[in-house]
């Protein structure tokens, strides 16, 4: 994978004072972050990893204006509303608030994940924030206050600030909000792929939100997931370093098999696998039986993401469109950081 992909890239100092765009891009988590210890801090249980996609980039534009009253949020054209433009003005209230500033601002964001695609656009969504913001509020933080800054808004944002691999530190001690940010993983040269298999574009009955907190409140096996997933994410780490990308997908999959245990463990439990979700499940493992080295991940819902080589991956999704035909698939390899963008968006 190329260099840039895994190295933590400062954003370009571009844009003015007083209005900037940038754009980010969505993460798939290898290891993953199901849990919190401090909602308002948004710091995790434990550590995860996870690898920033090529594809379904989000754009954001902020303007201050000074004298408005409210902000002025839209997504697609569309004034944003109820619990996403709470999000998104308590964050411009953090940023006012490090920056000495009271103008409130418009924010126009574009995303260009397919609906239903099961990719969540709070992690790009924020990580482009928090660079636009940063830059219109005259802020200058270094890539790891970034990192910080992003993980208020959506805690998987930390690590969309970064290309490539990457790991959201928990963060310990007496200061828990300093020492939990992202930072890029060190990885050998190796290709991958991650196929996203659509197999339920609708939406969920129990929001991620909900099912993190009833499993970590009430899952007998919560705390044993969470204690494993500490030593996989040590393994993950010396399997990246050494590029052996089959046992990065043996861990990743284990990863994911035991959140959804915890969720299922849950009670109630919280069940996201559908029939679709098992026919891929089984089509990964058909496909590794069969020499193709396939590797599944699921996030809370029913669509399964499946890490392969790069070479593998038309062969994974064309499997993945023939076992489910309703379904979709979509590659993505490693992508880029979190940046500022210039006025002709480049």
Not at 168 to 195: C, K
Request: aromatic content about 4%; proline content about 6%.
């Amino acid at each position: 994978m190329r260099s840039e992909h895994a190295t933590p890239v400062r954003p370009r100092e571009q844009g003015t004072a007083g209005s900037a765009t940038a754009v980010a891009h969505p993460n798939i988590a290898l290891i993953k972050y199901w849990g919190k210890r401090d909602e308002r801090l948004v710091l995790p249980r434990t550590d995860s990893l996870s690898m920033t996609l090529d594809i379904f980039p989000t754009t954001t534009r902020i303007r201050l204006v000074p004298g408005a009253g409210n902000d002025d949020v839209t997504f697609n054209g569309v004034p944003a509303t109820g619990e996403a433009h709470r999000r998104i003005v308590a964050f411009l209230e953090l940023v006012r608030e490090r920056a000495g500033l009271a103008h409130r601002a418009v924010v126009e964001t574009e995303n260009t994940v397919p609906t239903g695609a099961g990719l969540a656009s709070s992690a790009s969504g924020f990580a482009a924030l928090a660079v636009a913001a940063a830059r219109a509020y005259g802020l200058d933080p270094d890539a790891t206050a970034l990192s910080r800054l992003a993980r208020r808004g959506s805690g998987s944002a930390s690590r969309s600030v970064f290309g490539g691999f990457a790991v959201w530190h928990a963060g310990t001690g007496t200061d828990a909000d300093l020492g939990s940010y992202a930072e890029p993983v060190s990885v050998a040269d190796i290709d991958p792929a991650l196929v996203i298999a659509v197999v339920n574009a609708g939406p969920k009955a129990v929001s991620s939100r909900e099912a993190m907190r009833r499993t970590v409140d009430t899952s007998p096996l919560y705390g044993s997931w969470a204690d494993s997933s500490r030593a996989d994410l040590a393994e993950m780490r010396t399997a990246l370093r050494l590029g052996d990308l089959e046992a990065v997908g043996e861990i990743a999959e284990r990863n994911a098999f035991g959140m959804h245990a915890t969720m299922l463990a849950a009670r109630p439990a919280v069940r996201y696998l559908s029939p679709a979700t098992l026919t891929v499940l089984d089509l990964v493992l058909r496909l590794r039986r069969d020499g193709v080295p396939a590797y599944a991940t699921m996030d809370a819902g029913p669509n399964v993401k499946v890490l392969c080589h790069r070479a593998d991956a038309d062969q994974v999704a064309e499997a993945v469109r023939h076992a489910v035909p309703d379904g979709a698939a979509y590659v993505a390899g490693p992508g880029p950081g979190a940046r500022l963008l210039d006025e002709a968006g480049r």
